[in-house]
């Protein structure tokens, strides 16, 4: 069974800074996908960016980035410039070709400070 | 722009009660789901319909049943509602392949 592992259930930073949050994954599937969701406080999930496991460049979205290292089974989110609308809960995602499913993470708190 | 709408947003039910949420999507996606979501624990998929009138069991699906009698439309039910299924209900749908969920804005339901 796939396994989605988020160490750190709560981070705090200050504004303008970059932020890692880190993600681990189990897996003994080869192709296969993986999401960061952002969950701010009106509790509406919203996808802040996608990897896919065949693609070696690491995927970009504004100031969100990724650090994938597939043999690792690692998938970190870095955020740059944090601004206080990236106050969220932020949830690490794994889904396969295989299986409909989406497996999440338990989650990290971000808490952007002015 | 894609829509998932959960029907309530706040629910308060009382021991026993039988509990529908409903979800629908305009999105005309295969796959819709519903999470369960606990501190601590994240997203817990309870169940999973992957075409009209087919469903799976999740991780936790014991106490709870759904329906999916047209595409657009996926129930959640609480035959009897209990105080350990008080939380935050998540809807979310997709389409096929290679594609990410979206979500609707939650049903936080206390069951009293």
């Known amino acids: 069974a796939q396994t989605v592992t988020q160490s750190q259930p709560e981070m705090s930073v200050q504004e303008a800074e970059t932020v890692t949050l880190s993600c681990t994954y189990d897996?003994?599937?080869?192709?296969?996908?993986l999401f960061w969701y952002k969950q701010p406080p009106s509790r509406q999930m919203i996808l802040v960016i996608r990897?896919?496991?065949?693609?070696?460049q690491n995927a970009t979205e504004n100031r969100f980035s990724v650090n994938f290292q597939k043999a690792a089974k690692s998938f970190s989110l870095k955020i740059s410039d944090s601004q206080l609308g990236d106050t969220a809960m932020y949830f690490c995602?794994?889904?396969?070709?295989?299986?409909?499913?989406?497996?999440f993470g338990k989650g990290m708190k971000l808490t952007v400070n002015p | 722009d894609v829509k998932v709408t959960q029907s309530s947003r706040y629910l308060v039910k009382r021991t026993g009660e039988k509990v529908f949420l409903e979800c629908v999507q305009d999105?005309?996606?295969?796959?819709m789901f519903w999470y369960r979501q606990d501190p601590g624990l994240g997203l817990r998929l309870i169940y999973f319909?992957?075409?009209?009138?087919?469903?799976e069991k999740g991780d936790i699906p014991e106490g709870y049943s759904v329906s999916r009698e047209k595409k657009e439309r996926f129930s959640l039910i609480l035959e009897s509602a209990s105080t350990n299924q008080t939380s935050m209900y998540l809807c979310?749908?997709?389409?096929?392949?290679?594609?990410?969920?979206?979500f609707g804005q939650g049903t936080r339901l206390t069951v009293v």
């Open positions: 979310a749908s997709r389409s096929q392949g290679w594609t990410e969920a979206f």
């Open positions: 897996t003994s599937e080869n192709n296969y996908y």
């Open positions: 990897q896919e496991a065949y693609k070696q």
């Open positions: 995602a794994f889904g396969t070709g295989g299986s409909e499913k989406l497996v």
């Open positions: 999105m005309d996606h295969e796959n």
């Open positions: 319909s992957y075409d009209v009138k087919m469903k």
